[in-house]
């Protein structure tokens, strides 16, 4: 069976136009108002300023805020640790501890030091000697040979002598016999005699000073280096790392005053146990009864002023 279908009659095609009108114009995109016709006024220019004005009442509200100013840089951070760590290190260094490591770190890198120098001015000597003692023998007979070891016994001798004074020095307790320091300026003296004698104007035809120099700087410098090593070993025994400075103090003590007659002065540690040392000099016969500032600064090997104390105090007045 076949149906038949109805033609569409001019109602139907009306509709049909209206409806596709309608939606093409829904698909159409509208164009955008025109700023000129805009009854209020906002404009694209005044839609920007009003944004400016905006930002710049937040900007300005903000700036008023230090707390990004409050905030460490990474320079300023490392300032500050550096700044913290020196302050630290200024506090160990005050500390009683610390001082006497440092006290006992450079008195063992001054002994060790002035005992090469030593050695070295004692094997420099080594040459003169046995010029001295071989009396120009052929090279390699006996008494070329021989002439070799009189400087090292000697040298052996004189460094095991004053060894035991630096040893005893850093133990608070300074050798300071007069025979001993007698055996040590004699093995000096005998040093420097063998090196100087083929070298002075009546033994030598061609004597230069130069020459002469040359052969006795290492008896010279060994000489004074036994002088000074007891020295400073003994200031370093007298060193008392808790004692404060007088920066740390604030304040000085009263010292002697040789032209006003006073002789108030504050007796410390140091010059205590020089007084100590005299007594004890005085009592074994090795120092008079009152004896005078260079005496007491020659047998203790100390400084004049200390040694000026040290006959104040002992002096009958001041008893």
Same mark, same amino acid.
């Given at each position: 069976? +076949? ?5 569409? %009659?001019?109602?139907?095609?009306a ?8 939606h ?15 009854? =209020? ?10 944004a ?11 700036q008023?805020?230090? =707390? ?24 160990l ?17 001054? +002994?060790?030091?002035?005992?090469v ?8 000597s080594?040459a ?7 009396? %120009?023998?052929?090279?390699?007979s ?6 070799w ?11 095991? !002598? ?9 133990q ?34 061609d004597?230069?000073i130069?020459?002469?120099v040359?052969?006795?700087l ?23 790392p ?14 002697y ?24 000099? !005085? ?37």
């Open positions: 069976m +076949t149906l038949a279908t109805p033609e569409p %009659g001019p109602d139907d095609i509709r049909t136009l209206a409806d596709i009108e309608r093409l114009t829904a698909q159409t995109p509208h164009p955008p108002p025109d700023a000129s016709d805009d009854d =209020t006024g906002e404009t694209k220019r005044v839609r920007q300023l009003r400016e004005v905006a930002e710049a009442r937040q900007l300005a509200a903000l008023t805020d230090d =707390t990004p100013l409050l905030l460490d840089t990474p320079r300023v951070r490392r300032r500050r640790r550096k700044a913290h760590e020196t302050a630290r290190l200024h506090r260094g005050r500390d009683p501890e610390m001082r006497a490591w440092q006290a006992a770190r450079m008195r063992r890198i001054l +002994t060790t030091a002035l005992m120098a030593l050695t070295l001015a004692l094997a420099w080594t003169g000697v046995q010029q001295f003692a071989a009396e %120009g023998a052929e090279p390699w006996p008494g070329w040979i021989f002439a070891l009189v400087e090292p016994f000697m040298s052996i001798a004189l460094l095991g !002598i004053v060894g035991a004074r630096a040893y005893l020095g850093t608070g307790q300074p050798l300071d016999h007069p025979k001993l320091i007698r055996i040590e300026y004699l093995f000096l003296g005998l040093t420097l005699g063998m090196n100087a004698w083929p070298y002075l104007p009546w033994t030598d035809d004597f230069t130069s020459r002469l040359l052969h006795i290492g008896p010279i410098v060994a000489v004074a280096i036994v002088g000074a090593l007891p020295i400073i070993l003994a200031a370093f025994a007298r060193l008392d808790t004692r404060e400075t007088p920066a740390e103090r604030g304040l000085t003590g009263l010292t005053s040789a032209n006003t007659g006073d002789r108030v002065r504050l007796i410390s540690p140091e010059v205590a146990a020089l007084i100590e040392r005299t007594q004890a000099l !005085i009592a074994a016969g090795d120092l008079p009864a009152t004896p005078s500032a260079y005496k007491i600064q020659r047998a203790l090997r100390c400084g004049m002023d200390d040694a000026r104390a040290v006959r104040d105090a002992l002096a009958p007045e001041a008893a």
